[in-house]
């Protein structure tokens, strides 16, 4: 079955510092892919989504890059807030032409917490 | 304002007291879908739902039950809730058309003590 796995947190960071957090994923054909934010006390957010291979999703300043060939979909920003802890999810939806059973079924990776000190 | 409206944001209650957690969308949506969330596993999907009268389990549907009789409805319902059921839940919605759209509730943090 379709699966998601991101690196493992928590992340803690001071302002400005770059910030990777790497998502793999296992999936058939090509699945579409996304990052959702979760703030604290509140539900899930679309941060950015990339659906075919070599696509770049971006949105307030995180980008990610769709990698066919190392089945990974790595969030970047160059320089964060503080405004940017958050509980960061990866997620893909699968092929609608793989077939299987995951028809609509949004898969997380296990969510990463980012803490920016000021 | 297009949302999905959970209730309650927050429940404790006692092992086998039977509950109902109610989403409701404003959209029109087709397809209704609950996941819970616990640290380290992200989120799973209990049940989904692709239109009124259609359901269908999920990776972790045990000890839960849906219902779909209206398309604006997705109740959760526990009948005999049990501490590890411990979670927070979310609803989420999307049209079956234009696949990426979806939309999350806020969030229910249930304490089964």
């Known amino acids: 079955g379709n699966s998601v796995t991101q690196m493992e947190g928590p992340v803690t960071l001071s302002e400005e510092a770059f910030l990777t957090i790497n998502c793999t994923y296992t999936?058939?054909?090509?699945?579409?892919l996304f990052w959702y934010v979760q703030y604290p006390g509140e539900g899930l957010q679309l941060l950015l989504k990339?659906?075919?291979?070599?696509d770049k999703g971006s949105n307030k300043g995180f980008e990610a890059t769709y990698r066919k060939e190392t089945t990974s979909f790595h969030l970047e920003k160059g320089s964060v807030q503080v405004s940017d802890s958050a509980v960061y999810f990866c997620?893909?939806?699968?092929?609608?032409?793989?077939?299987?059973?995951?028809?609509?079924?949004?898969?997380f990776g296990q969510g990463t917490i980012l803490t920016v000190h000021p | 304002e297009a949302q999905v409206t959970q209730n309650p944001r927050y429940l404790i209650t006692v092992t086998g007291k039977k509950l109902t957690v109610t989403c409701s969308q404003n959209?029109?949506?087709?397809?209704m879908s609950w996941y819970r969330q616990d640290p380290g596993l992200g989120l799973r999907q209990i049940y989904y739902?692709?239109?009124?009268?259609?359901?269908d389990k999920g990776d972790v549907p045990e000890g839960y039950k849906v219902s779909r009789k209206e398309k604006r409805n997705f109740p959760l319902i526990l009948e005999s809730p049990s501490p590890n059921q411990t979670s927070l839940y979310f609803c989420?919605?999307?049209?079956?058309?234009?696949?990426?759209?979806?939309?999350f509730g806020s969030g229910t943090r249930l304490t089964v003590v």
């Open positions: 989420a919605s999307r049209a079956l058309t234009g696949v990426y759209g979806y939309t």
């Open positions: 959209m029109n949506h087709e397809y």
């Open positions: 739902s692709m239109n009124v009268e259609v359901t």
């Open positions: 990339a659906t075919k291979a070599d």
């Open positions: 999936a058939t054909g090509y699945p579409s």
């Open positions: 997620a893909l939806y699968p092929d609608s032409n793989a077939g299987g059973t995951s028809y609509g079924k949004l898969t």
